[in-house]
């Protein structure tokens, strides 16, 4: 009989039914890197979303046979050592093709047309100062017409440019190393970076993407550009985006995500007061649909690896 053991429950806000086979089920809240291997030693599945699976604690998990990621990113599990231990990694694929691009444009949204710089000044009593019914303090940018960049033309990608194509933008996709997805039209790095009213990113962390939007690229970018990452926080270089925004060398950006999270040592990102920076606790893929999306697949999963029939395998 196979023993289940959710290693960190409290990240997923849905309802979880059981697997339809004889089981037995262990739940935790959260765990600590260091509790991993008393946790999953008599497990035969494993269910993580954000606790890390590395090689040496798997060396000492011979009985562990899958591990059901609760998200679609796997990067916090080994899976080069998965696959020499013959341990089957699953994920999650296609829950979050609403939520995140609604959560991109959110974003785009309120930065293109300065929706938090105009509250603020209206609770500051700029309002009752003018001498008109308005005033224009703070540009405002439609979105018809502009251009939006997109790193990454997967499932979450393609939403987001169906979205942006709906309100009249113009898509460019940024190409990449193989592999690609067919039937997109790719366009040069750096002409994206130089053309995009708006950039958001969409693509894993890998070694070839991590701090992919440092200073130079930053730099290389519209002063009126906005930057959007709902992705991984360690796609962008923290401080020199911090700088960028204080000094103006982009219009605003929105972020959902930190290279390290929850941040207990800090960020740059954590300490700006800025009106044209919004910063959210990587909730873009928590809508309520989703989440239960989300948990549903992820049980379909753990059951169909069980028939012998599995899917959405990354080992």
Known sequence: MHKIVFLDRASLRARLRRPG?????????????SGVVARLANATIAITNKVPLRGGDLERLPGLKM?????????????????????AVANIR??????????VFAMVLALRRNLFA?????????????????????PIGDLAGATMGIVGE?????????IARGFGMKVLFADHAPPRAEGVEFVAFPTVLEQSDVLSLHCPMTADTRGMIGEGELRRMKRSAILINTSRGGLVDEPALATALTEGWIAGAGFDVL??????????????????FILTPHVAW??????????????DNIEAWERGRPQHLVT
């Open 21 to 33: 086979f004889a089981h037995e089920w262990e739940e935790h809240p959260a765990t600590p890197a």
């Open 94 to 103: 296609n829950y979050a093709v609403n939520t995140v691009p609604e959560h």
């Open 154 to 162: 997967g499932s979450i990608g393609q939403g987001t440019a169906r």
């Open 118 to 138: 105009y509250r603020d000044a209206v609770q500051g009593g700029r309002w009752q100062q003018v001498d008109q019914f308005c005033f224009f303090d703070y």
């Open 67 to 87: 591990i059901a990621v609760a998200a679609t990113g796997y990067d916090v599990v080994d899976v080069a050592a998965c696959r020499a231990r013959g341990i």
């Open 286 to 299: 928590a809508s309520d649909g989703a989440m239960q999306f989300l948990a549903d697949q992820l049980v």
């Open 259 to 276: 290279t390290q999270e929850p941040p207990r040592q800090g960020n740059p990102l954590l300490d700006l007061r800025l009106p044209n």
